[in-house]
């Protein structure tokens, strides 16, 4: 059975921190792994990763695949109030499915 | 461009009562999913639509739990007989196909929810 993992389930950082979250994986017929935050309702795109050791960077996020270890990470610098959300990954299947971490809860205090 | 929206955003009813959600995905995107998330769970998948094909339902917790899809664009997920643990934040997604290359996308993009409460 296809399962996403992710840790921590929740993590508590103080402004500036910086955080990494994990996402480890088991799946058949990987096509691609999908980082998403949820603040409120509706979680908003952040990443997608396909190929081993590429960085992908938006400001100060970042995120990294490795195939052969099976897990990806999402890297945050200088963590913001405004940071704090759920952080959710999951993996993309060739049919256009996602199948979802339970994700990680990030609180940034000032 | 318009995202995904979804109506209404809040529903309360009654035990045993029917209810009917709706989403309305992005314009030219051929894929919908829906998903329920209950409070502190991650994203649960209920039923994906992609195309002409027959969806998927493999999620469908229970036969009170149906979806339709109507010309291909909005699509009204049905709980009949609604029972306290429906109670969940019910999120509709969509994602384009690829056309040439024969393949979907996997990046899907969430409307904002409706937070179905059963009393």
């Known amino acids: 059975e296809d399962k996403v993992v992710q840790s921590p389930l929740s993590l508590v950082v103080h402004e500036g921190d910086t955080v990494t979250l994990n996402c480890s994986y088991e799946?058949?017929?990987?096509?691609?792994l999908l980082w998403y935050k949820q603040e409120k309702k509706a979680p908003t795109f952040l990443f997608m990763l396909?190929?081993?050791?590429i960085e992908k960077k938006s400001g100060r996020l970042s995120s990294i695949l490795d195939k052969k270890e099976l897990f990806s990470i999402l890297n945050i610098t200088a963590t913001q109030t405004g940071d704090s959300a759920i952080y959710l990954c999951?993996?993309?299947?060739?049919?256009?499915?996602?199948?979802f971490g339970k994700g990680t809860k990030l609180s940034v205090k000032p | 461009g318009a995202g995904v929206s979804q109506s209404p955003s809040n529903k309360v009813t009654e035990k045993g009562k029917d209810v009917e959600l709706r989403c309305d995905p992005i314009?030219?995107?051929?894929?919908l999913y829906w998903y329920r998330q209950s409070l502190g769970q991650g994203l649960e998948f209920l039923i994906y639509?992609?195309?002409?094909?027959?969806?998927?339902k493999s999620g469908l917790p229970s036969d009170r739990f149906s979806a339709e899809r109507t010309g291909g664009s909005v699509s009204t997920l049905t709980i009949q007989r609604t029972q306290q643990e429906d109670s969940a934040v019910y999120l509709c997604?969509?994602?384009?196909?690829?056309?040439?290359?024969?393949?979907?996308?996997?990046?899907?993009?969430f409307g904002p929810g409706t937070r179905l409460t059963v009393l």
């Open positions: 997604a969509s994602s384009a196909y690829r056309g040439a290359s024969g393949s979907w996308y996997n990046e899907q993009f």
């Open positions: 799946v058949t017929n990987f096509r691609s």
């Open positions: 396909t190929s081993s050791g």
């Open positions: 999951a993996f993309g299947g060739s049919q256009g499915n996602l199948i």
């Open positions: 314009s030219g995107h051929t894929a």
């Open positions: 639509f992609q195309g002409n094909s027959a969806p998927d």
